[in-house]
């Protein structure tokens, strides 16, 4: 995939999970033709962006695959002391360290999915979508 318009690269991903537009219109609780102008688009507006992303969120569909979700100063950084690990760990509640032990058992599928996921959610909100 090549291409840097947003719009092309949706109907690429779209396409090859055999997904339609109309897929990602109910998807992203859009109509048909607003999903449409989404895929003709080469650069998707904030705000349309937050629909789209919980869209494809919603199709099993990484946003990051379209647009670099991880920008700024917001960027993720990846951690390579155990010790830091270790401190996050200890700042969670019971009830998280649990959750967190049942996501790190996942299967790899679920664990993708939940990784799509969280990036979505962090592109919403740094976007100012909650």
Known sequence: MATTHEGHKI???????????RNLAEAAGVTW???KRYVDAAAIKPAAWQRVSAGLLR?????????????????SRHIHDAAEIEG???????????SLR????????????????????????ESGGG
């Open 11 to 21: 109907k690429e991903i779209l396409d090859e999970r055999h997904l339609t537009v």
């Open 33 to 35: 033709t607003a999903a």
């Open 59 to 75: 199709l099993g569909i990484d946003p990051g695959l379209i647009r670099d979700t991880e920008t700024g100063a917001r960027r």
């Open 88 to 98: 996050m760990i200890l700042r969670l509640k019971t009830e998280d360290l649990v």
């Open 102 to 125: 049942e996501m790190l058992g996942a299967d790899q599928t679920v664990q993708d999915r939940f990784m799509a996921f969280v990036r979505g959610i962090l592109a919403q909100r």
